[in-house]
């Protein structure tokens, strides 16, 4: 009796004869790579599409064809006619991104500037003990 190979994905590389070009859900535009904040990208076998897998319409990747779990083919339709085209979904998250960013870099200084105050951070934080009252 011969065991039957398990279909799956696979990371790196080149690609897999019969093999296609997927990516993962991570929010992303046609110009982020593999790695950039979660966003990845591998191989599917071809048996997985339409069980799960479709074409995702984000032309990411230089617009070749490639993958993606429905729910987030789903999404990528659903933003396209909701703001009419392609570059106003990228002009959205290009938009979301930028304010996210922000918001980080604007915490990261306020931890900065307390990490640095004459007491560590004690005064700035509000966490004054009870022996200085």
């Known amino acids: 009796m ?7 994905q696979l ?3 080149g690609k897999p004869k019969s093999y296609r ?5 991570i929010m992303h535009t046609n110009a982020t790579s593999h790695g950039d904040c979660g966003f990845r990208r591998f191989w599917i076998p071809p048996q997985w599409i339409g069980d ?8 990411w990747h230089n617009g ?6 429905k729910e987030h083919v789903d999404h990528w339709k659903k933003q396209i006619k909701k703001l009419e085209n392609l570059d106003a979904v990228y002009r959205d998250i290009n938009r979301r991104l930028a ?3 922000r918001k980080l870099w604007r ?11 004459p007491l560590g951070g004690s ?3 509000g966490s004054m003990g009870a022996d200085s009252r």
Do not use: Q
């Not at 799960?52 to 032309?59: D, H, Q, R, S």
């Not at 070749?64 to 779990?69: K, L, R, T």
């Open 2 to 8: 011969t065991k039957k190979k398990e279909l799956r």
């Open 123 to 125: 005064i700035a934080r």
């Open 107 to 117: 915490d990261m200084e306020a931890d900065r500037r307390r990490a640095s105050s």
């Open 52 to 59: 799960g897998w479709e074409k995702c319409p984000c032309t």
């Open 21 to 25: 070009l997927a990516h993962n859900h």
């Open 64 to 69: 070749d064809e490639h993958y993606a779990v």
């Open 11 to 13: 990371y790196g590389g």
């Open 99 to 101: 304010a996210h960013f």
